[in-house]
């Protein structure tokens, strides 16, 4: 029987390695998989190289993540929250590189990533700093930029709803990067508020197949108390 | 511009610049039923309160939402539900949801009939600055550019100068930009302006303001639109 | 109010141009419209290039519109069916031009249109008859073709549900290159199963956001006979 | 390889090739528990029939199923969940649909554990001919080079030689290719057979068979597996 369900975070977390690459899910606060985040933090990876739309609020989650000194480089298309005090500060001692990429091509960089897509040319970000280095390309009169694939080795995902293969849903906009970021990971790790019976998500429904899925771990936190 | 014309404008008894709230009701005026409008963070969020609920105007948020409403009353929170600016808000009945490799997708492909986003410079062949002014903080450019590129129609919402007088609307940028030659039209607390491939061209300006006028507190050629 | 659901077959056709590209949704016979089909030869547009993954079952629906001699061209993946007979016969007398695709590679085409990508690397295909004049490139280590996107002017879908904004669903495997083809058309239109209230789709659930849609007809033809 | 030798061969009492269904249950035996696996139109599709339901694989359908089942019960049908052989299927519980883009991104991302495809040739470096012999009919690729470059482990499952006797395993395809060296391993009806750096390694025969006589209609060299 297939069951991707684990019982401890131990068993979420093991064979994270040095060195990866951490694809974490969420826009600000929602979404976010700060279970997963602490987990990896007791667990104690270092030299990480993390993607996530933000870049942590505060002292929990992704920035209590950054304080550890563990993450080399952040790729994220805006560092700056309400209160991004924990980033700030690392940026301008100089102890973590940043990647500023914006959103769409950071959502599709992982897309790409997924779908077996190495490279792709885009729009977004043409004639500015951010297309400096990067092959600028004619197509059919317009301009465009060469973007290639961002996978990870691994994704901390937050779901709603999961079952022991590892299909997932999501609630309402709390879904943003978690799906593309489960496709871009050789190891995907979700925590969910809710496990349910094989059978009972609507096979029209599913947001992210099980096939994206790695482990499941149950954790029902309640309600997100910031954006 | 100098000191002098500005406060010489300022003084101008004979007209009354716009509030963000009124330039965003300007602005929604120009929005008919049906479009798929996506409000940048800020000012531009506030067009929305501008259009009547019977007129069907379908409002995008990047974050994933296809017909996002408005703020819900504060018994009603879903705390799932945040728009770009990550303040709590509603589904309007019809609306959907997806991830963010679609949402942009979306934007990308130019399915959205208007993007309303707010500048700190606009150049008179089109070119956006919004991003950033400064190299102090860390960079930060969130969806912006790739709304600008994606979207057909981009208007732009802003004071028509800075808090100490300098025009917004110029001749080349010098902020780093956001997207090269999109904006299409802008509205500020002075004027309406489309961006032509003349250049700027007045479509309309507060009651009482002068071309003459407007052109002195604007540093690119103004002239009126067709 | 927004209303997309037109009332006649001929409101549902106006506009289609000769010359035009059209998408036509569908796996075999499963997820094709063939009423719309049928409304685009009463229609009577020409020269078209016609994008589906086959060329047509027997005498009806796709096949019926390649036997009207009014498209110039077929992109497919498969143009061979248990009774692909008008396709052959057209085939072998030189009087449509064929473009076969690999299956993946045209849904990404027109994913791609959809998405704003104007071209993208792939490793389908590499070292094969169909890379032919096809731009290869090196990327990592691995051998990839670039290919264009493939964008419609029209697009015909088979949809399950609908309602006025054009929110669709599907049916299991009806689904198929459907919702790709709403993405990548300037002017999508709809023959749905079943009209609904807006509001009646669940948010989490809707395959196709309005977004993508121009029309919606009401076909509520029951069961497909054919595969 | 010549005639008379093809016909000692057929005439050797002490091997008994596979039938198709043989080599079909045979590789379903090496599919573990809790494989994602697309298994190719025709013969291919009978593996299925030969991984208990107690053994939990995931099988895909290219054209937008996941967790596929067996054919339904002559009043059980759903006239819209077809596979990509157009034959009627089921959705196994836990299975879920998905879109062509999707699917293919799926497929191409090498997201499968395992696709399992019939061929006209393979060669030894694991070049892979099958989907086109002949320029007679329209060329007709369907899924196949999309599932031969995008899955990691890709088997092939056809009889040894032709129905003329020639071997389908050879040195270099003349067959237009599917893709180029992407064949993991080969099930016929004589032997299973890995696609090695060194060229075919042989792992298994038929009783009765040996290496010799497997060598005799095989037209690329082979060597006994490691």
Same mark, same amino acid.
């Given at each position: 029987m297939i069951n991707k369900i684990v019982q401890s975070m131990a068993e979420a977390m093991a064979d994270i390695r040095d060195g990866?690459?951490?694809?974490i899910g969420g826009f600000g606060s929602?979404?976010?998989?700060?279970?997963?985040?602490?987990?990896?933090?007791?667990?104690g990876a270092k030299d990480l190289t993390v993607v996530a739309n933000n870049s942590g609020v505060g002292h929990v989650g992704l920035a209590r993540l950054l304080e550890t000194g563990r993450v080399r480089k952040i790729?994220?298309?805006?560092?700056?929250?309400?209160?991004?005090?924990?980033?700030?500060?690392?940026?301008?001692?100089?102890?973590?590189?940043?990647?500023?990429?914006?959103?769409?091509?950071?959502?599709?960089?992982?897309?790409?990533?997924?779908?077996?897509?190495?490279?792709?040319?885009?729009?977004?970000?043409?004639?500015?700093?951010?297309?400096?280095?990067?092959?600028?390309?004619e197509i059919r009169g317009r301009k465009y930029i060469l973007e290639d694939a961002l996978p990870g080795d691994v994704a901390l995902v937050e779901a709603w709803e999961a079952d022991?293969?590892?299909?997932?849903?999501?609630?309402?906009?709390?879904?943003?990067?978690?799906?593309?970021?489960?496709?871009?990971a050789a190891l995907t790790i979700v925590q969910s508020q809710h496990i349910v019976e094989l059978g009972a998500l609507d096979p029209e429904k599913v947001a992210t197949p099980g096939i994206f899925v790695s482990r499941v771990l149950h954790v029902p936190y309640g309600e997100p108390t910031v954006t | 511009m100098n000191t002098i014309v500005k406060d010489n404008l300022r003084a101008t008894p004979a007209h009354q610049p716009l509030t963000r709230r009124q330039i965003a009701e300007r602005l929604a005026?120009?929005?008919?039923? !049906?479009?798929?409008?996506? *409000?940048?963070? #800020?000012? +531009?969020?506030?067009?929305a309160d501008y259009v009547p609920a019977e007129r069907e105007v379908i409002f995008q948020s990047e974050n994933g939402i296809l017909g996002m409403g408005p703020a819900p009353a504060p018994d009603q929170i879903?705390?799932?539900?945040?728009?770009?600016g990550k303040q709590y808000v509603t589904l309007r009945t019809g609306g959907s949801y997806m991830g963010h490799a679609d949402s942009f997708g979306l934007i990308r492909g130019g399915h959205l009939d208007l993007c309303v986003l707010g500048a700190f410079q606009v150049a008179e062949n089109g070119d956006l600055a919004n991003w950033a002014t400064t190299t102090d903080n860390a960079?930060?450019? !969130?969806?912006?550019?790739? *709304?600008?590129? #994606?979207? +057909?129609?981009?208007?732009?919402?802003?004071?028509?100068?800075?808090?100490?007088?300098?025009?917004?609307?110029?001749?080349r940028c010098f902020y780093p930009l956001t997207a090269v030659g999109v904006v299409k039209r802008i509205y500020t607390n002075l004027a309406v302006i489309d961006v032509t491939p003349e250049g700027f061209a007045v479509r309309e300006m507060v009651p009482g303001l002068t071309l003459e006028a407007l052109q002195e507190v604007t540093d690119a050629p103004l002239r009126t639109a067709a």
């Open positions: 990866s690459v951490v694809l929602i979404g976010q998989p700060n279970a997963l985040i602490d987990g990896l933090i007791e667990q790729v994220c298309s805006f560092p700056r929250t309400a209160d991004p005090v924990v980033f700030e500060k690392l940026w301008r001692e100089g102890r973590i590189e940043l990647e500023v990429v914006p959103q769409g091509t950071m959502a599709e960089r992982m897309r790409a990533a997924g779908a077996g897509i190495p490279a792709f040319y885009t729009p977004t970000a043409v004639g500015t700093k951010l297309a400096e280095g990067k092959e600028e390309r022991r293969w590892g299909n997932l849903t999501y609630n309402s906009s709390a879904r943003n990067f978690n799906p593309v970021m489960a496709t871009a | 005026r120009d929005i008919p039923e !049906g479009w798929y409008v996506n *409000l940048g963070i #800020g000012a +531009p969020l506030q067009v879903n705390r799932w539900l945040i728009n770009a960079p930060a450019v !969130g969806g912006a550019m790739d *709304l600008a590129a #994606g979207t +057909p129609r981009l208007w732009v919402l802003m004071d028509h100068t800075t808090k100490t007088g300098e025009s917004r609307l110029v001749r």
